[in-house]
């Protein structure tokens, strides 16, 4: 037990760790193949070797994100030992009962198994990139829509505000949105009688809500969810008002609550929340992905508006709103989901940079481009600490593309 | 023609002051100029004393008039300071406040002074914008010859093998970003303990320790291949891939058309079909494509001068942002407004030259 272990071994030990992760594949694959003919365009994904390709990788940290407490062998932020930046395969000293035996793929400079950090840290760039580029699809259809379809004033108007935010260097962006003085900055809302009390004349405690740039930012852009999936049931139900009621209703109140959570940090029951640093991280990265969104989509509508069935829902006397959302949006489909993949790779890339630059979410946070900016500070000497974190990144975003790829290429098919 | 090129210029001049009123204001919130004056100043400064700094040095009033005075279209500021001696924007060190002039921002030249550098910003950019120059020149060089070659062979037989492998090429290496592939390169080609140079040097082909320099500060003097090739490769791996992408499509959209089909049945050779008929009409999407490419760049030289700490314009807005060195934050992101916005031009203007198609009154 106190020889360095070989690179076969390590990679054999790894593959056990990932065990879950296997047999989820598997049964994915297994499933999906077995069904391909009844599920649309995720099973013709499975006629084209790219696509299959990419779905595996994708699909392989996907499941390692939901795994990542079984795998990962050691706590991702506790030191183990003293020594500083074990080379992989290297004997954990003083071995306490119960834990891994050895640093799989070593450690970082606080001794930290990078194996560990890079597990979890799928977790939360898993969780973080998605959120992001939904949300600014949200927004990017919501505004792109009317601005395709009705043009006028509104179109030049969002046209160039789009522009504004695509002219800004990204980096640039990030290291004026980003910063933790920007968030102390702004008039302090304080709202005792919320949760608060009164002493001697002045509110205590309650709720406070400080209006700096990024939260003003996020109660915009979070209040598009809200309108889009309300517009959308509204304008499909308004003739069947019990039902609108019921659906528009649901959505309000889930909405609001979820709300008020992540972008007042308001939520009575407390299930919604964020961190004040994780949302500055969000916020800047629907901000930047949301213009380019609203583009892509303000181009498609301009080429579908024309066709014959907008014209027949026109005939019909069909509200804007419900063409737009209910005949337009699903007939833009195909691009839509491609660029979704492509863009939750960029929005990948787009955290690892600010990790990258140390404006991510904390400095000890496992998340790759934090890990990979610690590592590169010795890289020349001491690579594996940068190396691991990067492949990772790398194959996510590979495996990202190939799958946009390969749903292109099966889309455009039919 | 002329008036499209007005109109554009008229909306990017907008655009840009817009932009430039973002950076002022978010460069100067309150804390940036507390913790300003707290460095200029002393650190112990009690907070009364960082309000008088700020207001002393000009930094107080509406949001709006500072920008005009900073853009130089308001006349600076001038204080008396408690020792009877009057200061202002305009007056320097020792002149005759009397003789200074009214207005001095950016317009007239006067970027002010970098607190990190202690020099003037205008000196500080203008080296560092040079060295991007080079890095920038050498990544095109390689770049978009590299793109275009393997997007055109890729696209000029659609599906063909040597398209499939040189498709997925092109989609690893847009998955791959400079941090990415800087830290890869660095420990496959740069690192004495990894990669391929201590197996060179135990096979006895390499005099030095490294195949390649893993830092670019010497190329700041003199570039060599061996301090400038990684840096260069780092920027170039990552645009490769999406200019290639389009060259593919673009070359294989145009090899459809009737015009190329008739000319194989008059019997032109494949290969004068390709270069004297598709290549020049298959270019048109890339050349946007490569324009609207520069802001990208921007950012990978951000990146790429970090890692390889070579001392350009990236290195010197990250250091400024770092340090909180607002002036030169300030002209950095001037140069980098301007040059997106003219990129963008360029690529509208070119455009409408290369397509005869569309025309714009």
């Not at chain 1, 013709?44 to 696509?51: A, I, Q, Y």
């Not at chain 1, 954990?92 to 009962?97: C, Q, R």
């Not at chain 2, 290496?173 to 592939?181: G, K, Q």
Request: hydrophobic content about 50%; aromatic content about 12%.
């Amino acid at each position: 037990m106190t020889d360095i272990l070989s690179w076969p071994m390590i990679f054999a030990l790894m593959a056990k760790q990932f065990w879950p992760v296997w047999v989820a594949l598997v049964l994915t694959f297994a499933l999906s193949i077995r069904f391909k003919r009844r599920l649309g365009l995720y099973g013709k994904l499975f006629d084209s070797p790219v696509g299959m390709a990419g779905f595996a990788i994708v699909m392989f940290w996907v499941f390692t994100a939901v795994f990542a407490d079984v795998i990962a062998t050691m706590p991702p932020l506790d030191q183990i030992g003293s020594v500083k930046n074990p080379l992989p395969g290297t004997p954990v000293v003083d071995l306490k009962p119960g834990q891994f035996p050895w640093f799989l793929l070593g450690g970082d400079h606080l001794a930290r198994d990078i194996f560990s950090r890079m597990v979890v840290g799928a977790r939360q760039v898993l969780i973080i990139a998605p959120a992001a580029t939904t949300f600014a699809f949200i927004v990017g259809i919501t505004l792109g829509l009317p601005a395709g379809y009705l043009g006028g004033k509104l179109d030049t108007v969002l046209s160039f505000l789009a522009n504004l935010v695509l002219a800004f260097p990204v980096i640039l962006l990030f290291y004026l949105l980003v910063t933790p003085e920007i968030v102390k900055t702004g008039y302090v809302i304080h709202l005792w009688f919320l949760g608060g009390h009164l002493e001697n004349g002045v509110g205590v405690g309650g709720f406070t809500w400080i209006a700096s740039i990024p939260n003003l930012m996020a109660a915009v852009l979070f209040v598009f969810p809200i309108i889009f999936f309300g517009i959308l049931l509204n304008s499909r139900f308004h003739t069947n008002r019990p039902k609108r009621n019921l659906y528009v209703g649901v959505t309000l109140v889930i909405g609001i609550w979820a709300y008020s959570g992540l972008a007042f940090n308001a939520d009575p029951v407390g299930v919604w929340g964020m961190s004040p640093n994780l949302l500055n991280v969000f916020v800047a990265v629907v901000f930047v992905n949301a213009p380019t969104v609203f583009r892509i989509v303000r181009g498609i509508v301009m080429d579908i508006k024309s066709r014959d069935y907008v014209s027949a829902a026109q005939t019909r006397g069909e509200r804007s709103w419900y063409i737009m959302l209910w005949e337009i949006l699903p007939n833009a489909r195909g691009p839509l989901i491609v660029d979704y993949c492509l863009r939750i790779g960029y929005t990948t890339i787009l955290l690892g940079t600010l990790g990258f630059f140390g404006l991510g979410v904390s400095p000890e946070s496992p998340d790759w481009g934090s890990t990979i900016n610690a590592g590169s500070k010795l890289l020349s000497m001491i690579p594996h600490p940068a190396v691991v974190p990067a492949l990772a990144l790398m194959s996510l975003v590979l495996g990202l593309n190939l799958l946009a790829d390969g749903l292109r290429e099966e889309s455009m098919k039919d | 023609m002329l008036n499209f090129v007005i109109r554009r210029l008229a909306v990017m001049v907008l655009t840009a002051l817009v932009l430039t009123f973002v950076v002022f204001y978010l460069t100067n919130l309150g804390p940036n100029l507390e913790k300003l004056a707290r460095s200029e100043g002393s650190v112990r400064m009690t907070d009364d004393s960082v309000a008088a700094w700020i207001e002393q040095n000009g930094h107080g009033g509406s949001v709006f008039y500072r920008y005009a005075e900073w853009l130089g279209v308001a006349p600076g500021w001038v204080r008396v300071d408690d020792k009877g001696v009057t200061r202002g924007l305009c007056i320097r060190q020792n002149d005759d406040p009397a003789l200074a002039p009214q207005f001095c921002g950016i317009l007239e030249g006067n970027w002010g002074f970098s607190t990190v550098f202690k020099n003037p910003v205008l000196g500080v950019v203008g080296r560092a914008m040079a060295a991007t120059g080079w890095l920038m020149l050498a990544v095109m060089v390689v770049m978009v010859p590299t793109a275009l070659l393997i997007g055109v062979l890729a696209g000029m037989r659609e599906g063909t093998r040597t398209d499939r492998v040189l498709s997925t090429f092109s989609i690893a290496s847009s998955a791959t970003p400079e941090y990415v592939s800087g830290v890869l390169l660095i420990a496959l080609l740069a690192s004495p303990v990894t990669g391929l140079s201590p197996i060179f040097a135990s096979w006895g082909w390499l005099s030095g320790r490294n195949l390649f320099l893993g830092t670019a500060t010497s190329a700041m003097d003199h570039i060599t291949f061996w301090n400038f090739a990684l840096p260069v490769a780092t920027i170039a791996l990552y645009g490769v891939g999406y200019i290639a992408r389009m060259t593919r499509a673009s070359m294989a959209e145009v090899m459809t058309q009737q015009y190329i089909r008739t000319a194989r049945l008059k019997g032109v050779g494949f290969r004068e079909v390709v270069v004297r008929h598709a290549l020049r009409n298959a270019m048109i999407a890339p050349f946007t494509v490569v324009m609207l490419q520069f802001p990208y760049l921007l950012n990978g030289v951000v990146i790429t001068e970090s890692i390889f700490n070579y001392k350009g314009f990236g290195w010197t807005l990250v250091k400024a942002a770092g340090n909180n060195d607002i002036e030169l934050l300030l002209g950095c992101s001037v140069i980098a407004v301007i040059f997106v916005l003219a990129t963008q031009l360029i690529s509208d203007i070119g455009y409408v030259y290369l397509n005869p198609r569309i025309r714009l009154g």
